[in-house]
């Protein structure tokens, strides 16, 4: 009974929401607004900032901002708009992130494997991407329809929250690695994001053969320590993502080049 009516709730939720297409045209079933995804961004990232074992570190907040200014203003109009903000935290795991809302992260560990501007800019240009193809509400969406126990889309609303609430929210929106709770995007997520990421970089002016690069060095970083970071766990298939983005580059290079012929030099650090 109970499974039934959380169908027909799906159900009603799928008529009232309809489908949805992403920039490129693939269908996506979508039973969350952006106004409530973008809320739930903004709280999952204030619940980053509070945690006390984190500390910001304001320098590298403003080098990612200024690599994120550069990557939103490539965005269309309706992207541009969002109150972007990152902050990078004082965490040694390679990690990094973008909230619905507009809202980056990374931590300072991601610094020693994204070694260049260009390397992090695939790196946020790879977050990004999932934020404009709204894959945390096609993934929340999946979730409600599949009937996880747990109404996710409930789960953002503040005050109430458990703390399983709050972990399980973060983990829908991407960043669950924060507070241990992995799942990692799909397949079909991820050569989206790294598309649209490495298409972005290009536009922005910033070497599109770093996002090659990037994901070498994270196997190098995986090799040397043994384990995979955390950014590899929830970004999975790392030899693939490395063969598709070496594939693209005959497209991606003249448009990085246009970029630059038209005076888009941008100089983070
Ligand atoms: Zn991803």
Not at 31 to 60: I, Y
Request: aromatic share 4%; with cysteine.
């Amino acid at each position: 009974m109970r499974k039934h009516r959380l169908r027909l709730t799906g159900f009603l939720a799928l008529v009232l929401a309809g489908c949805a297409t992403t920039p490129d045209g693939r269908r996506q079933v979508l039973l969350v607004g952006d106004d409530q995804l973008n809320a739930m961004g903004v709280a999952a990232f204030n619940e980053m900032k509070a945690n006390d074992k984190t500390s910001v570190v304001p320098a590298k907040s403003v080098y990612t901002q200024c690599i994120v200014n550069a990557l939103v203003t490539e965005l269309a109009p309706e992207w541009q708009k969002l109150p972007w903000e990152s902050q990078a935290f004082a965490i040694a795991e390679p990690n990094a992130f973008a909230l619905p809302g507009g809202k980056v992260g990374i931590n300072t560990g991601l610094l020693r494997v994204a070694t260049d501007q260009n390397q992090l800019a695939a790196v946020l240009g790879h977050e990004i991407g999932h934020v404009v193809y709204r894959h945390a509400g096609e993934r929340i969406s999946q979730q409600q329809l599949a009937g996880v126990g747990m109404n996710l889309i409930e789960a953002y609303a503040g005050r109430h929250a458990s703390a399983q609430r709050t972990q399980l929210m973060m983990a829908a929106l991407g960043v669950g690695a924060q507070v241990g709770v992995l799942l990692p995007y799909s397949r079909k997520h991820e050569s989206e994001a790294d598309r649209v990421g490495q298409e972005l970089m290009a536009k922005a002016g910033f070497d599109p053969a770093a996002a090659v690069t990037l994901w070498q060095n994270m196997q190098t970083a995986t090799a040397d320590k043994g384990r995979s970071p955390k950014l590899l766990s929830t970004h999975p298939d790392s030899r693939q993502r490395i063969h598709d983005l070496q594939t693209a580059l005959p497209q991606m290079t003249p448009i990085y080049q246009q970029a630059r012929a038209a005076g888009k030099r941008p100089n983070c650090g």
